[in-house]
């Protein structure tokens, strides 16, 4: 068969009559076999694949076939399918088997595409680097010797190495465009509320958002026109109303872009990383547009506000993973207050129980008021002032990483640094607005560069335009 890298070449191939969606499934299943060693899926759905395959091709024959029908897709492993374990990657949810599927996941099945697998994680997605899994680390396939970033490297690596044509990740502070940099592929976070929640597993409530990885524009923009619109089961989901993105990618304006200088004189800037991004917008105003550096003076602040917030978040949200309800429990246990302590400490990994603490310290009576309310005053600022530039300019751009893909356990003991490898992606995340990574370039390992594109809130439809421009002159 074919090697088949965008759902395009599927339908086309499809409509030829050249396979069916059983043969895709097949040769996306003997994929996964062949390049299991990269350890990017816990589970594989081989069965329910194949049936739902079989099922899909009969709906083609009658000519009721949903939109995304011959897709394949992998779920990162916080995203709840009925009848199929999700644990989160981590040992603390070991076993939990799903009662209901995630709203995203379902309205993927509704259109036809067929789930083929639960993609591993960084745990209740806590990382960076995809080393803080129950399941082990994820291999970037480029260089198995250096991370896929995190926390969303099992949905990025899988795109990468071609076992299933999109997979789904979520982003709370970086964790789809930062892996889809470091694996070369392109990794989209929305607007905050835009997808719905519902069915993913909570890290951090205020900025959790589901994402698409893809190797095309095209195929991200037609998965979050089909994932995206108000669920009646999360009431923080938004009523605007849903464009098909995928039809509106033609783009032929001239645009104002902004690119923040604190962040192209940021002294952990990769030098490689920096040429290729002023490289792309040295090209963007030869082609007329208006392109203007800008002050950030908040720049600093936004990873220490990132953290603050969303440890706390997580030490409420996990809170409720105690040894009593379901998961794990510590079979070590003689009495109440041992239980709750031994299945927690037992059943959680390292960096999982370091945010537990530092949200659970923030959040104490003591320090309340100087850090928690503190970050939720400058996380306002910081919208407010993103905002007022993207009220200016169409377009922030900005590079999505510091650094190309590190080595394994280059930042393991120094958890500030691992952090500050989300340096550029937090912004968006912190202000709630959409954003994208697309591949610009290598450096000169041969590890991908990623550039990501910044628009304001509810205006996908540009920003998928934008990036399929920008993804053209970038592959020249």
Request: glycine share 8%; hydrophobic share 35%; with cysteine.
């Amino acid at each position: 068969m074919e090697k088949f890298i965008s759902f395009g070449e599927i339908q086309k191939s499809l409509e030829k009559g050249e396979t069916n969606c059983l043969s895709i499934v097949q040769y996306y299943l003997k994929n996964i076999q062949t390049k299991a060693h990269l350890n990017a899926f816990v589970e594989v759905y081989e069965q329910s694949a194949l049936a739902q395959a079989n099922r899909v091709d009969a709906k083609l024959a009658a000519g009721k076939a949903g939109k995304l029908a011959g897709m394949v897709i992998g779920i990162k492993d916080v995203l709840c399918y009925a009848g199929h374990e999700s644990n989160a990657s981590s040992s603390i949810l070991q076993g939990y088997e799903s009662q209901y599927t995630c709203t995203a996941v379902q309205r993927l099945i509704d259109q036809d595409a067929i789930i083929i697998g639960r993609l591993n994680c960084d745990e209740f997605g806590m990382g960076s680097s995809n080393e803080n899994s129950s399941h082990g680390k994820v291999l970037n396939a480029l260089d198995e010797s250096r991370v896929p970033g995190g926390s969303s490297g099992g949905s990025a690596v899988a795109v990468q190495a071609n076992l299933c044509t999109v997979s789904l990740g979520t982003d709370t502070g970086g964790s789809v465009r930062q892996p889809a940099a470091f694996t070369g592929v392109i990794g989209s976070k929305p607007t905050y509320s835009r997808v719905s929640r519902w069915g993913l597993i909570a890290y951090a409530s205020s900025f959790d958002t589901i994402g698409v990885f893809s190797q095309t524009i095209q195929d991200n923009a037609l998965v979050m026109e089909v994932i995206a619109g108000h669920d009646e089961w999360d009431n923080t989901s938004s009523r605007k109303p849903v464009l098909p993105y995928s039809q509106l990618l033609h783009f032929d304006k001239k645009v104002k872009i902004a690119y923040l200088k604190e962040a192209l004189e940021s002294p952990m800037l990769q030098a490689e990383i920096k040429k290729n991004t002023e490289s792309v917008l040295k090209n963007l105003e030869s082609d007329g547009h208006q392109v203007e550096a800008v002050d950030f003076p908040l720049l600093e602040y936004i990873l220490p506000t990132y953290y603050i917030l969303t440890t706390a978040e997580a030490s409420s949200n996990l809170s409720r993973f105690d040894g009593v309800k379901y998961g794990y429990r510590s079979p070590n246990t003689h009495n109440l207050e041992s239980m709750y302590k031994l299945s927690r400490s037992e059943g959680f990994g390292e960096e999982v129980k370091r945010r537990i603490m530092l949200g659970t310290f923030v959040l104490s009576a003591s320090y309340y008021d100087a850090y928690f309310t503190k970050a939720q005053k400058v996380r306002r600022l910081i919208k407010e002032f993103t905002e007022s530039l993207l009220d200016d300019f169409d377009y922030i751009i900005m590079p999505t990483t510091p650094t190309t893909a590190f080595k394994f356990g280059e930042h393991s003991d120094d958890p500030v640094s691992m952090y500050l490898e989300d340096l550029f992606t937090v912004q968006a995340s912190v202000s709630g607005v959409p954003a994208i990574s697309v591949p610009n370039g290598k450096d000169q390992n041969g590890m991908p560069i990623g550039i990501q594109v910044i628009t304001n809130s509810f205006k996908e439809a540009d920003l998928f335009s934008f990036c399929n421009y920008l993804n053209q002159k970038t592959e020249k």
